[in-house]
């Protein structure tokens, strides 16, 4: 018999980390230390571009280029005052060309996360610009018109878009955040971000007009694909929301379905959401009762479909990382979590809670893939919404506990607080577990080139160097950890000495570097992908 390959994922060995200012200091040195390395590996094996000869951000250097403005975004944190930091900014700036890809905007490729087209250029134009001023510190930037026009095209051209949409010899959703409309929402919610100078301000005000427009037609289109499974298939599986991967099936993972569109699209402003919240709301619920029935798994699709695994994918682009970074989302939203977390007023409705227990447990049984350390199916990426999860019960347990005294004064029936999975739900119990994976994916290559240990063989990315599959992916990991472990050893450093934390310069700095996932966030729009 031939060799059978390395196993979908291995048996998890690893410790959960003790949460204590000891711990924390010494993973917040070495993932610093790791980014440092890391970044002079990209550097060196990523080859600089001389034109646009690639797709988007996904692979290839304009992922690497995006993913090196991040870690200038994020220098402050990862600064040493020991040694002297990369150029992030230069290595950035290196690996975006002048003009524009010789291709047109095409309905199907609108998004700058996988696809061939000018809108990857056009967003690392502006965000170089803004990166060039200091992230907005020295001056207000202008910018060339030509990119402001390809925006303008393509957000027009996704106004018309169908929910599915031609692609070669097939049909294909148009909404996804790989290729579709919700990744070309994601770039127009954080370039609306930045304030530029006058006359850029004034071209700009048309693009910015489209995104309420926009939020409406993604939604519209779940409601269209929802009921396009029900004449197919009947109600028995339908959620309120559903959104096509391919003709005549509905995807749920964040690279490629709904999770992913969902959590772009909550990082809209509140009067753009408003109205949506009630169906996102029971979408999420029924996401989540469709992920507790197994077990906390997110299958592939409905109708089921698989590419032969053992077991569902546990891994962003298909799987409960998804879900996790949706929830994450959801519940920092204060409406949405008060309002709509318990959709039909006659009970309370646990499903979220219990979702995002399962799915930690689902991610951390089955996460340590063999495919390495990447964003999009690997260690890193499935670690990533851990982080999130501490951030909303570090930081946002109120809205949590507002929203069970809204059911309680609402139903007069108080809410199982003391339920299992309930109490599990701490920010350490998920900082322990994401600093685990991310230390560990220190372990996969290219980052580690040394013989595979006995019992685990990581296999070399496609490409290597790249963000959704490769290194630049991993620092990007290991540097928003870094963000975050900083805003935590400096709140149990102040709370210990009686001070408050929230507004201490140290403290804001370090919570406005969580950037949240690239390409899809989670942390709200703050300004670069």
Known sequence: MGDAGPPQYYENTLVPLPINAETLAKSFRELRDAVYIGSELVHANEMLPEKWSVGGMFKHFPGVALAFLRLDYQSSVLADAGKPSPDYRGFALQRIPSGFPDCPLRPSRLSPAGSFSPIAAATLHILSKVAQANWQSDSNPSLAQEDINFLYDAANLALQNEHLVPHDDRKMGGDEMLYGRAGLLWVLLNIRRHEFDESTQKALSP????IPRLVDVIIHAGRQGAKEYIQEHGETDAHPLMYPWMEGRYC????????GILTIVLSSKPEELEKHLPIIGSTITALCKLSNATNGHLPMALPPMSFGQ??????????SPGT????SAALKNGPLTRDHWCPDWDHWC??????????????????ILSKGGSLCHGISGNAWPWLMLHGVFEYHSSDINEARSTYTQRTGISSPLASDFSKELTPDFFLSKALAFMLHSRETRPYNTASASADKEYRMPDDPYSLYEGLAGNICAWAETSAVLQAKL????LSAKGISYEDDRVFQQAMHSQLGFPLIGGNGAVGIL
Do not use: N
């Open 324 to 327: 996790l970074i949706l929830l």
């Open 310 to 319: 053992t077991s569902e994918f546990v891994q962003l682009c298909h799987g």
């Open 252 to 259: 749920f993972g964040a690279a490629h379905g709904i999770t």
């Open 490 to 493: 400096r709140k149990m450093e």
């Open 207 to 210: 693009v910015f007009d489209t």
């Open 350 to 367: 646990p499903d979220w809670d219990q979702t995002i227990y399962l799915g930690t447990q689902r991610i951390w049984e089955e996460g």
